[in-house]
Nanobody, 123 residues
Framework: QVQLVESGGGLVQAGGSLRVSCAAS????????MGWFRQAPGKEREFLAA????????FYGDSVKGRFTISRDSAKNMVYLQMNSLKPEDSAVYYC????????????????WGQGTQVTVSS
């Protein structure tokens, strides 16, 4: 079992920056790809970014490419999402997840999810 806990969400003005974090504990996450998703009210869960735990390859969704950066600290079992140039449409609950198989862009391919952290961007 893997436990994931997100933190760092909050209220930020448009154009600002925020970094959300994900702490992994329990069973080792070695070998898991880690991803970030978000979900706004009435919308489907959206893929934002993913990183392979061992290789460091990264993947991004089109809506955040060039603005968001995913990183990880393997020694600390932490994953981060640095968000720059935030827009009001970035407001959502942000989720961290662990993936062991399949395409990292597909939510159903993830084995474990955190509880989410709210990000609100004011105009």
């Amino acid at each position: 079992q893997v436990q994931l806990v997100e933190s760092g969400g909050g209220l930020v003005q448009a154009g600002g920056s925020l970094r959300v974090s994900c702490a992994a504990s329990g069973r080792t996450v070695s070998g898991y790809n880690m991803g970030w998703f978000r979900q706004a009210p009435g919308k489907e869960r959206e893929f934002l970014a993913a990183i392979t735990w061992s290789g460091g390859r990264t993947f991004y969704g089109d809506s955040v490419k060039g603005r968001f950066t995913i990183s990880r600290d393997s020694a600390k079992n932490m994953v981060y999402l640095q968000m720059n140039s935030l827009k009001p449409e970035d407001s959502a609950v942000y989720y961290c997840a662990a993936n062991s198989r399949g395409l990292v862009r597909v939510p159903n391919n993830y084995d474990y999810w955190g509880q989410g952290t709210q990000v609100t961007v004011s105009s």
